[in-house]
C-alpha cells in the first residue's frame, strides 16, 4: 500500500481554508485507491513573522526535505510589506528544493465561464512550463548611488544552458505524455533579447530535432503569444518559456480558464520535493468568511497526487470537480458568486470529496 507523506503550509489569509477542503478531497481519493497519507501542518506565513520574526528556517527547508510533497495554501499578508513572504517563502521553497518548473494547466472547464467569447472547453486546454529557478527572478543585480538623481539599477534575465535544458527537456516529455497535438511552443522574444532568448531558441531545436523529433516545435514571441492565448487557444497545446514571461502569461492563462478561483500550479523538482498550490493568493478580505472558491486548491491537490504517480486518483479527483461543476450548483467562480448561491468553501469541499468517493 502506497503511502506518502505531506507538508501542509496554510499560509496566509484564506490559504487555510482552501488548503483544509482540498486535503479533505485528496484525503477522500486517498481513501479509496488504498493510499495513506502521513500530513505534517507548518504554519509559517505572516502571522507567525508578525508574532516571531520568523519567516521560513533553514531547519524547515531541510525537513520539507523529507517529505514526498508539499501542498501550499497562499501566501500574502496585508501588515506585512509586500515582498517579505513572497520572497522568504514561495520564492525561498522554490530555489532551495530546486523546484524548477512550474507547471501551469490552463483548461476551461464545463459550466466554468471564460471572458473569450465563443469559445469553449474544447478550445481551451493547454499547460504553462515556466522555468521556475532562474531568469528575472535570481536577483543578480542591485542598485548603486540610491537615493539620488544619479542612481542606476539593474536586475538581469540570466540563464545558463543547463538551467534551459532541464526546462525543455521536461516541457518536451509533457508534450509527449499528453498526446494531445504533440506541439510545444517555445515564447520567447528573440527578436529584442537577442542573447537570452537565442540561446533558448537554439537548445530548444538542438533537442527537438535529438531528443523528441515527434514532437512538433512551434515559436511565438512573448506579445504575440498573449495574443493568440486570448484569440486562438485552440492553438496551443504546451508552451515553454522562462520565469517572467511564464508568470505574466499564467495570469492571463488563469483568467482565460475561469479566473483565479479554479487556476492551480505545481513548483516541481522532478528529481526532488514538489510543491502544489492553487495560484491566486491570500485574498485577505475573505479570510475566515467561508466563501473563498476551494476548486484551484482541490485542483492544486490533483496535480499532486499526479506527481506522486497516483495517477488514478488524481483522475478521479478531476471527475469529482467536473461532475460538481456540471451540477450547476455554482453560478460562478467568485466568492460573491459562491455567497449569492448560498454555497460556502466548506460545503465545495464536502461535496465534492463525496463525488470523489463515488464517481
Ligand atoms: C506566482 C506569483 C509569484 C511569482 C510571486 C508571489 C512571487 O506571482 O506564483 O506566479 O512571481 O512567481
Ligand atoms: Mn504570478
Known sequence: MASYKIALMGGDGTGPEVLREAVKVVRAAADRFGITLDTTDYDFGGDRFLRTGEILPDSAIEEFRGFDAIFLGAIGHPD??????????????????????????????????????????????????RENSAGLYTGFGGIQRKGTPYEVAVQSMVYSRNEVDRCLKYAFQVARKRNKTNTLTLCGKTNVLTYVYDLWERAFHEMGEKEFPDIKREYAHVDATTMWMVKNPEWFDVIVTGNMFGDIITDLGAMVQGGMGIAAGGNINP?????????????????????????ACIFAGQMLLDHLGEEEAAACVEKACVAFLESGVLPGMSAKDIKEAGMSTTKIGDAIAELTAKV
Open 80 to 129: 506585512v510589506k509586500p515582498g517579505i513572504l513572497e520572497k522568504g517563502i514561495l520564492l525561498k521553497t522554490r530555489f532551495e528544493l530546486d523546484q524548477y518548473i512550474n507547471l501551469r494547466p490552463v483548461k476551461l472547464y464545463p459550466n466554468v465561464e471564460t471572458p473569450l467569447k465563443d469559445k469553449g472547453p474544447e478550445d481551451i486546454d493547454f499547460v504553462v512550463v
Open 271 to 295: 528529481e526532488g520535493v514538489s510543491m502544489f498550490e492553487p495560484i491566486g493568493g491570500s485574498a485577505p478580505k475573505y479570510t475566515g468568511k467561508n466563501c473563498i472558491n476551494p476548486l
